[in-house]
């Protein structure tokens, strides 16, 4: 028992020290994810889905399902309690984004405009997919907007280095210098 605490408090650490940005498992669904959802044993209800614009996910036998907001365990947990709820008993599924939200570069960039999401990106490789930068660039004004989570306010810009995360969803500008 002891050992199991010590091993738990250890986790907890380590997840307290990585950022939070670049925790894949804390990935949050949001408008215009892909998802694959498996119901394993139920090829009926297994498929390709789309989250629309207000974070829900049409799916067969339960309707629509609010899945904006969620992380990837938290999603399947979701949609495993509502199949369990009078539809099937002890259901199994998994949940993958198939194809992440774009994230969005403006500002002093050839080419400003959205892009598909690949994983790992940093705002230097958003940048190269933009075109690079323009001579009027200001390489050290860079800010970054975080995607909103649905129903709620996007949060305040952020100041960030070329080297940091960019994640679906987010906005990345690109300021200009004066001299």
Same mark, same amino acid.
């Given at each position: 028992m002891r050992r199991s605490l010590l091993?738990?408090?250890?986790?907890c650490l380590v997840a307290l020290a990585l950022? +939070?940005?670049a925790d894949p +498992?804390? !990935?949050r669904l949001g408008p215009g994810d892909a998802l694959r959802v498996t119901v394993f044993g139920e090829d009926d209800l297994s498929g390709g889905f789309t989250v629309d614009g207000s974070g829900?996910?049409?799916?067969?036998?339960?309707? =629509?399902? &609010?899945l904006g907001g969620l992380t990837l365990p938290e999603a399947e947990v979701a949609v495993?309690?509502?199949?369990?709820?009078? !539809?099937?008993?002890?259901? &199994?599924?998994?949940? =993958?984004?198939t194809n992440f939200r774009p994230f969005y570069i403006l500002g002093e960039v050839r080419t400003p405009g959205s !892009?598909? !999401?690949? +994983?790992g990106m940093t705002v230097m490789t958003a940048v190269a997919l933009a075109g690079g930068f323009t001579y009027r660039a200001d390489e050290d004004d860079v800010e970054i907007t975080a995607a909103a989570r649905p129903g709620e306010p996007a949060p305040p810009p952020r100041r960030v280095g070329k080297d940091d995360v960019v994640l679906p969803g987010d906005v990345v500008r690109i300021g200009e210098r004066f001299f």
């Open positions: 091993a738990l408090l250890a986790l950022p +939070a940005r +498992a804390a !990935y829900r996910v049409a799916l067969p036998l339960v309707g =629509e399902v &609010r495993t309690g509502l199949l369990a709820d009078g !539809y099937l008993r002890s259901p &199994r599924v998994s949940i =993958e984004v !892009y598909p !999401y690949a +994983a």
